[in-house]
């Protein structure tokens, strides 16, 4: 859901990873074989404290692999598979999330074939609808409250374009 992965993701994009996207994509994607229902307080190391706490309570927990994956063949261990519209439906998934260069596309599945950015200057303390509805390429990031002291979370009004070099991930 929206309200817990961009808080995290905006967060190591922001302090772990330095705003080096592709450091934080090659860990998210390449490097390491996480799920993003996995994610895990790991990705905060680097933020600061009071952060962490606020988004945490103060508890951690690691970011898990995923090693019990079957493919739909059944067979183990999983090759990548692309996401599309048939695979998000039959593998239950409810969301994708997109990292470009001027931020996180978050993508209700099946719904939508694009959804807003989540610019990476983004408060990670923000809290972010999670009703698949309300993520419209066409609406700005929807957004429950923003964070204090923060600035205004911002989406362009259109969909970014295919040409962007973009890292995705998906989420159950």
Do not use: K
Request: net charge negative.
């Amino acid at each position: 859901m929206p309200s817990h992965h961009l808080p995290l993701l905006l967060t190591a994009y922001q302090y772990r990873f330095r705003r080096d996207l592709e450091a934080m994509s090659r860990h998210l994607i390449d490097d390491v074989s996480i799920g993003w229902d996995e994610l895990g307080t790991d990705l905060l190391d680097g933020a600061p404290h009071a952060l962490v706490t606020a988004l945490t309570g103060a508890e951690q927990w690691p970011s898990l692999p995923l090693d019990h994956l079957m493919t739909p063949a059944g067979t183990n261990p999983p090759a990548r598979m692309t996401i599309t519209d048939t695979t998000a439906d039959t593998q239950g998934m409810q969301w994708g999330y997109v990292l470009h260069r001027q931020g996180i596309e978050v993508i209700p599945l099946p719904q939508d074939d694009r959804g807003p950015i989540v610019d990476w200057s983004t408060n990670p303390l923000t809290a972010f609808n999670d009703h698949p509805g309300a993520w419209s390429s066409l609406t700005p990031t929807p957004v429950v409250r923003a964070a204090c002291g923060s600035a205004t979370p911002s989406a362009p009004a259109s969909p970014p374009a295919n040409t962007d070099a973009s890292h995705a991930g998906a989420r159950r």
